[in-house]
């Protein structure tokens, strides 16, 4: 099989029809931020068809044939499908062209159900994976050799990287351009793109912020953003309430009825989300986090985890974070806090958000100077 080497750094793109449209342009505009800024990066986008439908009126034009020879990518990257479309029995000329050129690429990147052609092809054979969470079982029946994980939102094993999709096709782009460029590229594209929360591979699909939040009822979602904001402070059943506009009474029968816990329990939860991630994202000591995150000391973060997690702090930190902290990680450090604590204006539920300018997690990341 001829080898023919591409101008590196570069990256190939496979079109294909009916594309989730974040898939495709949420990954593209980390790359693009980063073409400007390191002008030798190329991209191409290349199918079985020259032109595709994609949203409605809107058609997608000026693809390439898929190349005859292997190419020496950086990344090939293969967006995730609709669901009428995720058939890998409907892509053959896709999943043959995987199967015999995608060994060549430095990094095959699998976005939600791109994972399945993946598995398709062959390529997800003994590996680590994952896909969005509605996919699992299929990419498990397509990959039964595959040790399939739902529990994270992308993974790294070997040359494959797969994801959860949607918006965390974003988080593993930024993944892959930090390991091929750098902390400090990616800090200006995340800075760009105003990405002021970073998500590493390991946290659940369905993550502590989200979780609980599946109502509609405005009063407990008014508490919920309250405990994502202030997650340090101490909480009583009656701050609770005052904060939800309801007696003690009635919150404690209404919020396990809309979100399938206690309140003590929601915030516990929230409070072990952010501490977990402060162990991915800085330095700091078990009793520094603690503090940080509102249990006082290590002592009561460890009888925490031990109601909610397996194993120990330490085992959970260290197998977590995909990505070490580095010198860099721990300056920015400084600026993690207050950033996570106001990590819920991540939710797709923005519109139930009320956090405003003045709030003080906000007046906390504002009065920070930048790092470049």
Not at 5 to 12: C, E, K, N
Not at 31 to 58: C, K, N, V
């Amino acid at each position: 099989m001829p080898l023919e080497v591409a101008p590196s750094p570069a990256v190939g793109v496979l079109m294909l029809p009916g594309q989730v449209p974040l898939d495709l342009v949420g990954p593209l505009q980390v790359l693009h931020s980063a073409q400007r800024m390191h002008e030798d990066l190329t991209i191409r986008y290349f199918g079985p068809s020259e032109t595709l439908d994609w949203l409605g009126p809107l058609a997608l034009s000026g693809i390439e044939p898929l190349p005859r020879a292997s190419q020496d990518w950086d990344l090939l990257l293969v967006p995730g499908q609709y669901r009428q479309g995720i058939d890998p029995s409907r892509q053959p000329l896709a999943v043959e062209w995987l199967r015999e050129h995608a060994p060549a690429a430095r990094t095959v990147m699998g976005i939600c159900s791109g994972s399945l052609l993946l598995a398709e092809a062959g390529l997800l054979d003994g590996r680590r994976c994952t896909t969005h969470h509605t996919l699992l079982a299929q990419l498990e029946t397509l990959a039964p050799g595959a040790r399939v994980q739902g529990d994270c939102i992308f993974i790294e094993d070997g040359p494959v990287l797969t994801s959860a999709g949607i918006s965390t096709g974003i988080d593993t782009m930024l993944h892959w351009l930090t390991r091929r460029f750098g902390h400090r590229l990616t800090l200006a594209v995340a800075r760009e793109m105003v990405l002021y929360l970073r998500r590493s591979g390991h946290e659940p699909q369905l993550a502590g912020w989200l979780e609980g939040r599946n109502h509609v009822d405005e009063r407990i979602h008014r508490l919920q953003d309250a405990l994502s904001a202030r997650l340090g402070e101490r909480w009583s059943m009656a701050d609770m309430a005052r904060a939800a506009i309801m007696s003690e009474r009635h919150l404690r029968r209404r919020f396990p009825a809309v979100a399938g816990m206690s309140p003590h329990d929601y915030l516990l939860r929230l409070r072990l989300q952010l501490a977990r991630q402060l162990m991915d994202e800085t330095p700091w000591s078990l009793a520094r986090i603690a503090e940080e995150v509102g249990l006082g000391d290590d002592r009561q973060l460890r009888r925490a985890w031990r109601r909610f997690e397996t194993g120990s702090p330490e085992h959970g930190a260290s197998v977590g974070s995909q990505v070490r902290p580095d010198p860099l990680r721990c300056l920015l450090s400084q600026f993690a806090v207050p950033l996570l604590k106001a990590a819920s204006v991540r939710a797709p539920y923005t519109r139930m958000h009320r956090l405003e300018n003045d709030d003080p997690s906000f007046r906390a990341f504002s009065s920070k100077r930048s790092v470049t």
